[in-house]
C-alpha cells in the first residue's frame, strides 16, 4: 500500500535528461497512470472549509469535504508517534516527523 496525494505539486527537476525520463511525475502520478488501483480519501481535516473549497473544485472533481476535527477520537492521534531531528550545528531548529 502507497499512501499519498497524485495532486500535490510535481518534483522539481533540473536536468533535461530526467525531465525526458518522465521524473516531472510523482511516483503516485507514475503509479496511477499504469493502471494501479487508486482509493480518494474524501475527508480532510487540515484545512479551513472556506481555503479547501478551491483545491476540492480545481483538483478533486468537488469531491474533497471537510470534516470537523472534533469528531477524530483523540486515540487517532495517539497511535502515530513522532520523531524530533535536531539540526545542532547551524540554528538548533528541529523538524518534527512522523514515523
Avoid: W
Wanted: net charge neutral.
Amino acid at each position: 500500500m502507497v499512501v499519498g496525494d497524485d495532486q500535490q505539486l510535481p518534483a522539481t527537476v533540473l536536468s533535461p535528461t530526467a525531465a525526458t525520463m518522465g521524473y516531472r511525475r510523482s511516483l503516485l502520478e507514475r503509479l496511477r497512470n499504469g493502471g494501479a488501483d487508486v482509493m480518494m480519501l474524501q475527508t480532510q481535516y487540515r484545512m479551513h472549509p472556506d481555503i479547501s473549497s478551491f483545491p476540492s473544485r480545481h483538483f478533486y472533481h468537488g469531491l474533497l469535504k471537510v470534516g470537523s476535527v472534533q469528531s477524530v477520537p483523540v486515540s487517532v492521534y495517539a497511535c502515530v508517534p513522532f520523531l524530533a531531528v535536531v539540526d545542532e550545528l547551524s540554528t538548533g531548529s528541529f523538524v518534527a516527523l512522523a514515523v
